[in-house]
């Protein structure tokens, strides 16, 4: 899920694993690592949208592997098996429903000289 011109960034254990240092100076807002108020509206949105994202993970994940699923039937059928490779199907593993990664077989698209795959 997303919101627009909003993001979320959890920290577990603040200064215990990793340091982290603001980007922006100023003020005392977000426990002094970025200054100006807080924009209440979208941050309640983005809360809505975790609420609604985690009360449908399961058809949402349907979808996301459907239209996954649908894209990468439609670049075999149009490209053929010789000029697209899926690069993450392996039998017997997981996969992550919206995500799909493929090489296109062809000249290299940087450098010099011929390539196998080209990403």
Known sequence: ?????????????????????????????????????????????????????????????AHMRDVRDYLEERLEAEFGQKRIHLNSQFPGTQRLPNTCNFSIRGPRLQGDGPSPWSC
């Open 1 to 61: 899920f997303y919101g627009p011109r909003i993001g979320a960034l959890y920290i577990r254990g603040l200064g215990e694993f990793t340091p982290l240092y603001p980007m922006l100076f100023g003020g005392g807002q977000e426990r002094n690592f970025r200054p100006g108020t807080e924009n209440t509206p979208m941050i309640a949105g983005l809360g809505k949208a975790a609420e609604l994202v985690t009360q449908n993970c399961e058809a949402y994940e």
